[in-house]
Structures are given as structure tokens and as C-alpha cells.
């Protein structure tokens, strides 16, 4: 998704530094022609870091996302590093830093172009052997972990801008038009398609699928929860995640864009228009339904599920009954990503290039730490946790290791 940004006449560069407890913090670059409700969101208040996140390594993975939506985010398997750009360039380092391998999908470039973009925006996905990568033309790439050779390439019918999900011996992929494929690991071929409804309307967006159980979830464009049999890829159950409402077509759009979750007996999923539900793993039975909206995965930190909404909000719920423990309204209209734990604590990225440690017992904030100024250098996607370290990519491409002390 191409996203429109105001250009401005001119950028006046102001870092300011606050002292103060255990940690310094610098404020993103000013941009004196933005309005008073952009500046005020862009100015956090200053708070004591209870934790002090210190960039380990950091290297430049190609051209990023630029200015396309994004949900590729870095992944780690077998103590490496895999990231990618949306050109084509997928990069492997060890947990120190080092370059391992890269592959160009794309076709090379001259001195000037780094050649036709493979329009990388679904993924990284690991399997035990393999790093999995779809993109919005249609195709399905199983990367060699060791090699970065590319072992698998199949043509999928339709655009692949989310996560593949890996088990039961399959590779599945949920694409733009409603279909969702599963493919065999070992030869790659088509084991079968379900195809749902799609509104007229919908987001730019998909549900990245969840193999489990013997099963595979996903959420649709239609508003519902739908579990298909491993096997077989014949839907075991529906449940209604939302319904329409409203007298436009922008309002009665209904998407489900985010993973489906399961914690103990079962499943969790939010929509974009406001419900997020918990339903029963076995039966598809709705179990209770909460009124938030989001496009974003659900972060799960012992019986709270943590949701951050489309205004960036965040809130707690309880995972057993949905009561609201409590909500964190600080990050207000600065786009937060998914959560990811890191220790003790949920790590978000924002669209002003800031990573936020939240505490997920009463929300409080515990560490805050800036790694961009502009809007190149924004979060789109969650971070991964491995061995304590916390690797987040930004939409210029540049992939940091957080560790914290």
C-alpha cells in the first residue's frame, strides 16, 4: 500500500537531549511546517528508564519498505538472523553481527538500479530447513537457511502481503483475494485451496494464517474466524468475529487483518471495525466479544491480552472474561505496532522511529529509546525475541539488536 505524505517546504533539524535519571533521551526532528496536533505527538514527555536498551549491532538491510505498508519483519531461527527489503534482498547474520549470506530475488541492476523490484511483503516465515517469503506478485520463496539459495519458488494465484504459516507439513499462505493455499514443505506442491468471500471494500491487508492443532485459522475480509482441516482444507468451523454496519461502503468495512491467537482452550482475534473476540478452539462457540479495533496481533503476557488499537491506544484485557485491566493512552496517534515481550516487559515500535517498553502489569512506561528522527525510519512491523535480544527493522531497512540491562 502506497502511503501519501505531505512534502515540506523545509525541515528544520532540532535534536533535544533531557537529562535526567538513569538515561538521556533525544527527541525526533522537528518539522516546522507541521501542525499543532502532529508536533504535540510527536513530543513525548520525558520519563526515567527503569530499563536501558542499548543498540548491540545495527546494519542496513537494502532499500527497506520506503514508503509501502509493510509487515516484513526480521525472524530468527537456529541462532541467525534473517531480514529482508522489499526490493528483493534477503540478508543472514549471526547473533553477533556478521553477514552470513545474501540473496537478490530480484533481477540484478546496474551501477544506477538495483533492478526490478520483487515487491518482498509477506514474511519472514522459518521452517526447519528453510526461511519462507511471499510477495505481491504471486510467489511462494523457500530460501536455504545456510545457503540463502532459493530451494522453492511457486506461483501462487494472487497477491501474498502477509506472514506464510509453517506445520503439518505445510507451507499455507492467505492471499488478497480470499484464497488460501497450502503446500506441501517437501515438493512444493498444492495440497488445496479454500476461497472465502471478499467485500467490495476491504482493507489493504490479510490475515496471516496459524497452523495449529491440526488446523489451520485465519481471519477473512468477511469479518469471521475460519479454521480449515490440515488435510483435507475443508473449514471444520466459522465464527462471526463482527458484522457490518453503517450506511457507506468505508464504514462497513469489517476486515480481519490480524493472527489469530490461541492461549489454553482458546482462540483470540480482533477486527478493524471493533470487536475483539474470544472463541472456543473445539467448537467455533463465541465465548465473550469486547469492543476494540485494530489491525495489529494480539500480544498474550500471562492472563492479560494486550491490543493496541487504531489510535494507538493500548489496553489490557483479561484473558479469561475480556474486562479491560487497564489502558495506556500515551502513544496516541503514533501508529504503534504489534507488542512483542522482551523480558518482563512489551516492546513497541512507533511511526516516529521510538521503541516503547511497556510494563504489562498496570501499563505503566519503563523505557523509551529513539533509533530514528523521520518517517523513513518508522516501525511498521513488531520486532523478534531471541536469547534476550530484541531485533526490530525500521522502513528504511536498517535492522537493529536491542539488548537491555
Not at 538500479?113 to 519472514?124: E, M, N, P, Q
Not at 489451520?216 to 454496519?245: F, M, R, Y
Not at 529513539?370 to 527493522?393: C, H, S, W
Request: hydrophobic letters at 40%.
Amino acid at each position: 500500500m502506497k502511503l501519501t505524505s505531505r512534502v515540506s517546504l523545509l525541515a528544520g533539524l532540532l535534536s533535544i537531549t533531557l537529562l535526567g535519571g538513569c538515561a538521556s533521551v533525544t527527541q525526533p526532528v522537528i518539522d516546522w511546517f507541521e501542525d499543532e496536533e502532529v508536533l504535540e505527538i510527536r513530543n513525548l514527555t520525558p520519563i526515567e528508564n527503569v530499563v536501558d536498551m542499548q543498540v548491540q549491532w545495527q546494519h542496513d538491510v537494502g532499500n527497506g519498505v520506503g514508503d509501502y505498508f509493510s509487515r516484513l519483519q526480521p525472524q530468527v531461527a537456529n541462532g541467525n538472523v534473517f531480514a529482508a527489503d522489499r526490493q528483493g534482498l534477503v540478508v543472514a547474520f549471526d547473533s553477533a553481527g556478521e553477514k552470513l549470506w545474501q540473496t537478490r530475488i530480484n533481477e540484478a541492476g546496474s551501477f544506477f538500479s538495483s533492478g526490478v523490484s520483487a515487491k518482498l511483503a509477506g514474511g519472514i516465515t522459518v521452517s526447519a530447513e528453510h526461511i519462507w517469503i511471499g510477495t505481491e506478485d504471486g510467489r511462494l520463496l523457500g530460501l536455504n537457511q545456510t545457503s540463502g539459495a532459493i530451494e522453492k519458488d511457486i506461483t501462487v494465484a494472487g497477491e501474498i502481503i502477509a506472514a506464510p504459516s509453517v506445520g503439518d507439513g505445510l507451507v499455507v499462505v492467505n492471499t488478497t483475494a480470499g484464497r488460501l493455499f497450502a503446500y506441501s514443505i517437501e515438493t512444493g506442491e498444492e495440497v488445496w485451496m479454500h476461497e472465502s468471500d471478499v467485500p467490495p471494500l476491504s482493507l489493504r491487508g490479510t490475515s496471516s494464517p496459524l497452523v495449529a492443532n491440526g488446523g489451520v485459522l485465519v481471519g477473512t475480509a468477511a469479518g469471521k474466524l475460519q479454521v480449515n482441516i490440515s488435510d483435507s482444507g475443508l473449514v471444520a468451523w466459522e465464527a462471526t468475529v463482527t458484522t457490518p454496519s453503517g450506511a457507506t461502503e468505508l464504514e462497513r468495512i469489517i476486515d480481519v487483518d490480524s493472527q489469530p491467537l490461541i492461549v489454553g482452550a482458546n482462540v483470540y482475534i480482533v477486527s478493524f471495525n471493533g470487536a475483539l473476540t474470544a472463541v472456543e478452539l473445539r467448537s467455533g462457540r463465541v465465548v465473550w466479544k469486547r469492543e476494540y479495533a485494530s489491525y495489529r496481533n494480539l500480544t498474550v503476557a500471562g492472563n492479560r491480552l494486550v491490543v493496541s488499537d487504531i489510535n494507538g491506544n493500548i489496553f489490557a484485557l483479561d484473558v479469561r472474561n475480556g474486562v479491560e485491566m487497564w489502558s495506556q493512552s500515551t502513544f496516541k496517534g503514533r501508529d504503534l505496532t504489534s507488542g512483542v515481550m522482551f523480558g518482563k516487559y512489551i516492546a513497541f515500535g512507533d511511526n516516529f522511529g521510538v521503541v516503547h517498553l511497556v510494563d504489562p502489569i498496570d501499563g505503566s512506561l519503563v523505557s523509551r529509546k529513539t533509533l530514528g528522527n523521520d518517517k523513513d525510519e518508522r516501525f511498521f512491523a513488531p520486532g523478534v525475541v531471541a536469547n534476550n535480544i530484541l531485533y526490530m527493522q525500521n522502513a528504511k531497512g536498517t535492522l537493529f539488536a536491542l539488548g537491555s540491562e
